[in-house]
């Protein structure tokens, strides 16, 4: 399963000079790649150095590289998943971590990204717990997948709406783009719902949902204006629920366990979630550690290729989308 063209993907990061070692045998050095960390190293994240966003391509021979739009690194440049770290606080639960590395058309190293999993604390230790290659590339993909909260309901083929919980393989789900299409597989994983895992609420009724929706921050909604209300050139848009936070309507429900689940069809589909239009999950290198080994030699020569991600409709320039009014926009441009 690949495709055609890059997908990408944004996610917050660190520059490694805004997390040094405070204590221990790289003392004063900024966070390294692999083979330089050393455990037991405790690290602090500067206060002067806040998260940027790392746009992640991925091509279909599962190479990444820097994305057009980043706001870290130079566009085009390769990245490498380098290693998954484990953080502890004296204060609270650990912290997973990603560390990724851009490298120059030389092959020399140009930058290194720490991209955490929860919440880092300005100017508190953190002690290197765990460094290691393995596992990596599942966390990426967990941390990628688009996914919905236990609770959601999905549209089947005969209009009934069902808990995705309790929906199995073979089971008949109404799309928008492709009529009644079988699913082929149902994930799910359990993740602490805080910092990149902490899901996204959508209130009843905010897009015309008829409840209330609670789905992974990159995972997004299909929008069909009636009149385009944002200037976008199109009627059908693609936005990820991380972008339509106002604080109101729709928020970051942070704290506790989340369990999240991943529906995946032959080809990448539009469904209906609590009524409204959000996408299925797009298949491709990054978010293939996420579908166990066995599944994805299974289906290999079964599924068809899941198109482009922005198949369906435009992924919307993010300057479009920078207005305090943009879901009450959105949702009277979908009705009149």
Do not use: C
Not at 32 to 41: A, I
Not at 67 to 96: F, K, R, V, W, Y
Not at 118 to 147: C, F, H, I, K
């Amino acid at each position: 399963m690949t495709v055609a063209r890059p997908a990408t993907r944004s996610i917050p990061a660190y520059p490694a000079d805004a997390f040094r070692v405070d204590v221990g045998a790289n003392m004063g050095d900024p966070l390294g790649v692999f083979e330089d960390l050393v455990l037991d190293d405790v690290y602090v994240l500067s206060a002067k150095k806040p998260a940027r966003r790392l746009s992640i391509s991925s091509q279909s021979d599962g190479e990444l590289s820097v994305g057009a739009d980043s706001e870290l690194g130079q566009a085009g440049a390769a990245l490498h998943l380098d290693a998954a770290l484990t953080l502890m606080t004296e204060t609270g639960p650990n912290i997973d971590a990603l560390v990724l590395v851009e490298v120059d058309t030389d092959g020399m190293i140009a930058g290194v990204y720490l991209v955490p999993l929860a919440p880092l604390v300005p100017e508190v230790g953190y002690t290197l717990l765990s460094a290691e290659r393995d596992g990596a590339r599942t966390r990426l993909a967990q941390m990628t997948a688009v996914s919905f909260a236990r609770g959601t309901h999905i549209t089947l083929s005969t209009g009934a709406q069902r808990p995705i919980e309790d929906l199995r393989p073979g089971d008949r789900i109404l799309t928008r783009d492709d009529g009644v299409q079988e699913l082929r597989w149902i994930g799910m994983t359990t993740s602490r719902a805080t910092g990149e895992m902490a899901p996204i609420l959508i209130r009843k009724g905010t897009l015309n949902n008829a409840r209330d929706l609670l789905v992974s921050p990159e995972h997004r909604l299909m929008v069909y204006q009636r009149r385009d209300a944002l200037g976008a050139g199109t009627p059908e848009l693609l936005i990820p629920a991380r972008h339509l936070v106002n604080g109101d309507s729709v928020v970051v429900q942070d704290g506790g366990l989340v369990d999240y689940f991943q529906l995946l069809f032959d080809r990448h589909h539009i469904v209906y979630a609590e009524g409204i239009a959000a996408e299925s999950l797009f298949l491709d290198p990054v978010t293939e550690p996420a579908l166990p080994p066995e599944l994805l030699e299974r289906i290999a020569g079964i599924a068809g290729p899941h198109q482009r991600r922005d198949s369906h409709g435009l992924d919307v320039p993010r300057p479009l989308l920078d207005r305090p009014d943009l879901v009450e926009l959105l949702k009277r441009a979908s009705l009149r």
